[in-house]
């Protein structure tokens, strides 16, 4: 059994979400061995609304459409609710009402004339969880809105990628998925569970590289990661 001990601080290229590290000596691995990953170690430094990436929600109010591109930083749910209903009064038609149910992780949206949301780029993330409209179209409520501005961090790496394993978008690069069960400013922790390994490849490198991606693909803002990679 071999354990590498595995941070991004240690990294001879790339980035802090997406590095290369040097082994102290080679490492081969054959088809009849397996793998886990133990103790990783994410900082979440991910905000609400991130600039550029998840920012934007889309209403069409009768025959006009309106994307609202929302400030980048952390938010509350009361400041999330505030700043969106700023930007609605200030650009569609209507009176607009948005209210944040903590104890729910609900978002409510209301207007007094019909309207559609269409998503945009912070709005396709809400949509991606239940929600309902009323009859008449006037408001709509969206049963997960979390304050994280990331819900499943994805540790991949090409060189043990595997076809029987499939991740977001069909890759097939996952060796670690960990729901984000903290709050903003503190450090996820994630292993596999105790019984679970994967496959190791038939592989012999001097060198490891690795990503740390949201559920879209995207490589996340990042100051650090670590982990331990056991091989048995």
Do not use: H
């Not at 001879?12 to 290369?20: E, K, L």
């Not at 999330?80 to 200030?90: D, E, G, M, Y």
């Not at 304050?147 to 029987?164: K, S």
């Amino acid at each position: 059994m071999r354990q590498l001990f595995i941070d991004s601080r240690d990294k001879v290229s790339g980035s802090s979400a997406d590095f290369t590290v040097a082994l102290p000596s080679t490492l081969n691995t054959s088809s009849t061995q397996r793998m886990r990953i133990d103790a990783w170690r994410v900082p979440m430094t991910i905000p609400t609304v991130r600039p550029g990436v998840a920012d934007q929600v889309i209403i069409t109010v009768g025959v006009g459409n309106y994307t609202l591109t929302l400030p980048g930083g952390q938010y509350d749910g009361a400041t999330l609710a505030a700043t969106l209903q700023s930007l609605l009064a200030n650009a569609a038609p209507g009176t607009w009402t948005v209210t944040y149910d903590a104890s729910n992780v609900a978002l409510t949206i209301a207007n007094t004339n019909p309207f559609t949301f269409n998503g945009g780029s912070l709005g396709k993330l809400w949509m991606s969880y239940p929600y309902t409209t009323s009859a008449d179209s006037k408001t709509w409520r969206f049963s997960y809105v979390s304050m994280l501005g990331v819900d499943v961090v994805y540790l991949a790496c090409g060189q043990f990628a595997n076809l029987d394993c499939v991740g977001p978008k069909g890759v097939s690069d996952i060796i670690l998925a960990a729901p984000v069960t903290c709050g903003f400013g503190t450090v996820l922790e994630a292993s596999m569970p105790y019984d679970c390994w994967f496959d190791a490849p038939e592989l012999s490198t001097n060198q490891l590289s690795f990503q740390v991606r949201d559920r879209d693909g995207r490589i996340l803002p990042l100051p650090n990661t670590s982990f331990t990679m056991t091989i048995d």
